[in-house]
C-alpha cells in the first residue's frame, strides 16, 4: 500500500492533473455559485422603497434566480463527483474539425459595445437600430435595403414596450420628443 509520501511528486501533480481534467465540469459550477452568489447579494442589498408597489418587489426575481443557480450549481457538482460527464457535441450542424469564426465573434462583440457606448447619447431607439442591425450584418445578412427598416422597428417596438407598457425607463436620446 503506498502512502502520499510514497508518491514521487511529479506523479502527484499527473493525478492531480488528470482528476481535475476528468471533472473539469466543476468549473462550470464554480461559475454558476459565483454568479449565484453576487445575484442573491445584489438583489438583498438593493434599496427597494421607492419601486415596491405591492407584494411581489423589484427583489423577488432576482432572488429566485440566485436561488436557482445556487441550486443548480449543488446539483450540477453532486452529478459530476458521482462520475457524470457532459454529452459531446454531436450537433449535425457543427463541424468540430473547422476553426472557430472569430471574425464573427469580434463584429459581434464589437457591435454590443457599440450599442452599449452609444445608449446614453444617441438613446435606445437609434442605438437599439443599430445593435439590431450591426448584428444582422455579422451574422451574414447583407440585405441593405431591408435590414436598417426591420432594426429600426423592432428597436421602437423594444423601446416601447419597455418604456410605456412595462413602466422600464429606457433613455429617449434626441427622439425624447418625438416619442
Known sequence: MTTQTDIPPAEAGAERRSWLREHSELGVCALLLALGVLVLTDALTMDVDIAQRGPVGPTTVPVVVGAGLLVIAALLAVDVLRGGRGQAETGEDIDLSEPADWR???????????????????????????????????????????????????SLVTYTVFNNLLGVPLP?????GVL
Open 104 to 154: 464573427t465573434v469580434l463584429l459581434l462583440a464589437g457591435v454590443f459595445l457599440g450599442a452599449a457606448v452609444l445608449i446614453e447619447p444617441l438613446g435606445f431607439p437609434i442605438a437599439g437600430a443599430l445593435l439590431f442591425w450591426g448584428a444582422a450584418y455579422a451574422l451574414g445578412s447583407r440585405r441593405t435595403d431591408r435590414d436598417p427598416l426591420i432594426a429600426a422597428v423592432l
Open 172 to 176: 429617449g436620446g434626441p427622439l425624447m
